[in-house]
């Protein structure tokens, strides 16, 4: 299979769904990352473009996965202006392809980045996948109106500490307590899968073949 995965910023693949992603690379599947807001200006104090640019290539010189980032425009500032609109949807669609899985952020995310993602790639992969994932992302998920999620993939033992390890990678942005929230909230997920730790997914178009 090949599983596509589109996210926001660096980090937010990590976050939501690398354990997922390590079980299915083990298995013989490929993973291709699109990433649509590059690393640019930061209002973080201590974090720069050359800080994130370089947590982004250690996460993934680890991981393996197929790395695309869109040429986000950007504000005079130099901060990303990611807005859905015809014109950014036809240049981000370059670096999309057909696919067997697509997982794609929430549009219920409060972050306006991740849902100018989803209102930009949902409407493309509905022809392109034979399946679309939303991302269950922390922390966003906590104030979902609604818990639509409903596939809980196991990320116990080994997929966990290989999520933790590209977690790390990006220290500017998730000490240490946070790579600890990250994991209570998989852990609230594998309650609900009767196992250690779990991602979420909620699934809005299933493959009937």
Known sequence: ???????????????????????LQ??????????????SA?????????IVQSELENSYRLSGFELRVFDTD??????????????TMTRLCKLLEPCDIAIIPNPQDSHQDHRATYHL?????????????LM???????????NTANLFYNISGEPWEFKKTLLECYASALPVSQVTNVQLCNHYH???AKV??????????????
């Open 1 to 23: 299979m090949k599983v596509l995965v589109v996210s926001a910023h660096p980090d937010d693949l990590e976050i939501a769904c690398s354990g997922t992603l390590k079980r």
């Open 26 to 39: 083990d298995q013989g599947h490929s993973i291709v990352s699109v990433i649509t807001v590059k690393p």
């Open 42 to 50: 930061e209002s973080n104090p201590n974090r720069t473009q050359s």
């Open 74 to 87: 950007l504000h005079a500032n130099g901060r990303p202006n990611l807005v859905a609109d015809n014109v």
């Open 121 to 133: 790639v949902y409407p493309a992969m509905i022809n392109m996948a034979k399946e679309i994932w």
């Open 136 to 146: 269950d992302s922390y922390p966003y998920s906590l104030r979902y109106k609604e």
């Open 190 to 192: 594998g309650i609900k």
């Open 196 to 209: 250690d730790l779990a991602e979420a997914f909620t699934i809005v178009q299933k493959n009937v073949n």
